[in-house]
């Protein structure tokens, strides 16, 4: 338990550290705010020029234009004749994008990227962000999806909760790798942390076992372990072993063939399990 301490925060140790990103569904990453902005930022520095002539002045041209006295009118219900001028467009948009506020930066995004006049390369460039900042949101249908429900979020939070009350530190140490691992985009490492929780939940119960499989099979008795639950997790177990890079080590390959999705699932599944388990053993 000791080294698990020593490779973690104090907040990740006892439990205290937040959901990953990816779960994170009111917050935005320093990373994703900075990113946003360079891309919105760029975007409207094309559109703005001085034009020609002696009395040139700075304009706002296509296609922000068009998408901004939309949003203008559309969604800030503010007058067509009080458009921002040019010079000051640029501060107001900022001031949406940069908000940290969640909903007025997701907003606005969707209303540009839905915007008839929005070049397509935007919308991949955002959705690209996403991505690269472990978001909670992804584009489908130039709509913001979250990767996972209020739901799904709120039953893995209650689980992380009984994991952090729990006796057992390690299921909460390992769960809180795992979540770390996810923020950071090492789904493989999140995966061989999320079933690492789940055994030692498991081996809390039933020391003797040496590992999952045994462990399993002995709490299908001690606490009348569904079987059907028993043969889920052993299967998942078993995948973790047979995936190169997750629980063995690569031999040809460059790295593990598994996705966000996949770790984002197995995160879900080993925490509720671990709470589960949890609940299950006895109290002193």
């Known amino acids: 338990m000791t080294e ?17 990103r990816q779960l994170e569904r009111k917050e935005i990453s320093d990373q994703l705010s900075s990113l946003l902005w360079v891309i919105i930022h760029d975007s409207l520095d094309k559109a703005l020029d001085y034009g020609t002539g002696v009395y040139a002045f700075l304009r706002l041209n296509s296609p922000w234009k068009e998408i901004l006295r939309q949003w203008w009118v559309l969604r800030k219900f503010r007058n067509v004749d009080e458009f921002p001028d040019a010079d000051d467009i640029k501060a107001l948009v900022k001031n949406e994008v940069t908000s940290r506020d969640y909903i007025k930066v997701y907003d606005f995004l969707q209303f540009v990227i839905r915007s008839p006049t929005c070049p ?31 739901e799904e979020v709120q039953a893995i939070s209650k689980a992380l909760e009984a994991a952090a009350a729990s006796k057992a530190r390690g299921p909460s140490a390992h769960l809180a790798n795992a979540a770390t691992a996810l923020s950071d985009g090492q789904w493989s490492e999140a995966i061989r942390e999320s079933i690492h929780a789940v055994e030692a939940a498991a081996k809390s119960i039933e020391p003797t076992a040496a590992t999952l499989g045994p462990a399993l099979d002995k709490l299908q008795t001690s606490i009348r372990l569904n079987p059907a639950l028993k043969k889920a997790f052993s299967a998942l177990y078993g995948f973790t072993s047979d995936e190169k890079g997750i629980r063995h080590s690569l031999v040809f390959e460059s790295e593990s063939a598994v996705s966000e999705r996949d770790a984002v699932f197995m995160f879900g599944a080993c925490a509720s399990f671990v709470s589960y388990l949890v609940s299950a053993q006895k109290v002193d």
């Open 120 to 150: 397509a390369s935007l919308e991949s460039t955002i959705s690209a962000v996403l991505e690269r900042s472990h978001a909670p949101y992804r584009i489908i249908n130039k709509t913001f999806v979250p990767i996972v429900s209020d």
């Open 4 to 20: 698990l301490r020593e490779t973690m925060t104090f907040a990740q140790s006892e439990g205290a550290e937040s959901l990953p």
